[in-house]
């Protein structure tokens, strides 16, 4: 049997370089890429500033272990919390889904010995792990691998009336709850005022624990350094990923402080995380995040004016918040992103079948944002 890396369906494209939004195939044609490595390319391909740090970094070490003290991760750490507000501890993980596995461990732990129900709502998607899994809502990724966490309990995504029924029977037993502001995976499904409301309600009320995974909506894309600044709704975890280590693998959780307290060292831990040379690009991301977090909140109007204009005669809705932009068609669309690829040089996502979902880096240019949105009718067909 011929070995093989089978699980991802890929373009057949072999990369020569890459730059802000492009990438150039050894076939000497060159790429628009809408969606920035699955979000990871925060400030576009092979940002400047980054490749500096990175590289005077290097010179010192590619790797070091936590046995040692790196300035980088004091600052990083100092700029997360400041950032977050939440002035408790930062851990640093290799993955989104670590950081989620690592919520997961503190929220178990805080409750060891007493009943817990930890809710999560349908679509949602924390990463591939056992420990993710069991609170990942695409009955598809979880059944094979069940049985999963038994103290899971899945909620229909925005529905207020399944909300208050779950609360006013089982609101005592209810640990945390683990929320995506706008479901990337699930759809580009963006948490509606009222459900924000609702489960502040509750949270008032009981005191579960909030947990925001920011992995995807964090970090500017949404057009507010995270999420849940936007809502009003302020969590006790928070769980980052994707463009935090400037392309390098590197997730973090931030704690608040009541919950740092039962936290102790070796409650987790990893050989690689985190590693010294994305702690050198996460300070250049987030000193740069709050000007292009309030850069994508004045552009995105614009955007999404351009985006309804162009597209609105195929598309059934267009939705999403800042630069997580979902664009769905109402109908499978199998070989959309071949024809895309083939006859028009774009990069397309594609998630829950029929939506596209954009996410280009958040530096990106009004023009490069017209030439997207072109190219995108030219493809997607049809006289607006
Ligand atoms: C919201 C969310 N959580 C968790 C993850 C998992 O992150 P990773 O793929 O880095 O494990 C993802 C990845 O797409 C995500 O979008």
């Given at each position: 049997m011929k070995p093989t890396?089978?699980?991802?369906?890929y373009f057949p494209l072999q990369v020569r370089k890459t730059k802000g939004i492009w990438i150039y195939g050894a076939d000497g044609k060159k790429y628009l890429d809408t969606f920035s490595g699955i979000g990871v390319s925060l400030l576009g391909h092979q940002h400047p500033g980054i490749l500096r740090a990175m590289r005077k970094k290097m010179r010192t070490c590619l790797h070091l272990s936590n046995f040692f003290q790196d300035s980088d991760l004091d600052d990083?750490?100092?700029?997360l919390s400041e950032l977050s507000g939440l002035h408790g501890q930062v851990l640093f993980?290799?993955?989104?889904?670590?950081?989620?596995e690592w919520a997961l461990k503190?929220?178990?732990?805080?409750f060891s010995g007493q009943p817990l129900k930890i809710l999560h709502f349908d679509g949602s998607f924390h990463g591939r792990t056992t420990g993710t899994l069991s609170i990942n809502g695409h009955p598809e990724q979880r059944s094979p691998f069940e049985p999963l966490l038994a103290d899971t309990v899945l909620l229909p995504w925005n529905d207020l009336n399944s909300l208050d029924n779950w609360m006013e029977?089982?609101?005592?037993?209810?640990?945390?709850?683990?929320?995506?502001?706008?479901?990337?995976?699930?759809?580009?499904?963006?948490?509606?005022?009222?459900?924000?409301?609702?489960?502040?309600?509750w949270q008032s009320k009981f005191h579960f624990y909030m947990v925001a995974d920011e992995i995807q909506t964090g970090l500017g894309r949404t057009g507010s350094v995270f999420a849940f600044q936007q809502y009003g709704l302020i969590p006790d975890i928070l769980t980052l990923g994707k463009g935090l280590g400037g392309g390098l693998p590197l997730g973090a959780v931030v704690v608040n402080p009541s919950l740092s307290s039962s936290i102790k060292p070796c409650d987790h831990g990893s050989t690689m995380a985190p590693n010294p040379i994305a702690l050198a690009g996460c300070k250049v991301?987030?000193?740069?995040?709050?000007?292009?977090a309030?850069?994508?909140?004045?552009?995105?109007?614009?955007?999404?004016?351009?985006?309804?204009?162009?597209?609105?005669?195929?598309?059934?809705?267009?939705?999403?918040?800042?630069?997580?932009?979902?664009?769905d068609m109402g109908t499978p669309l199998?070989?959309?992103?071949?024809?895309?690829?083939?006859?028009?040089?774009?990069?397309?996502?594609?998630?829950?079948?029929?939506?596209i979902r954009l996410l280009p880096p958040l530096n990106i240019s009004m023009k490069d944002w017209q030439r997207i949105i072109l190219t995108l009718r030219k493809t997607l067909g049809g006289a607006s």
């Open positions: 890396q089978s699980l991802y369906p990083c750490v100092s700029q993980t290799n993955s989104g889904a670590e950081a989620n503190i929220v178990k732990k805080t029977k089982h609101g005592q037993a209810t640990g945390a709850l683990f929320l995506e502001f706008i479901q990337g995976t699930g759809g580009v499904r963006v948490l509606s005022e009222e459900m924000a409301q609702r489960i502040r309600f991301v987030l000193s740069t995040i709050p000007a292009l309030e850069q994508v909140s004045q552009r995105q109007e614009t955007v999404r004016l351009w985006l309804d204009t162009e597209l609105h005669h195929v598309a059934r809705e267009i939705r999403g918040k800042g630069y997580m932009i979902g664009i199998p070989a959309l992103v071949k024809k895309a690829y083939e006859q028009h040089q774009l990069l397309l996502n594609i998630v829950q079948g029929q939506v």
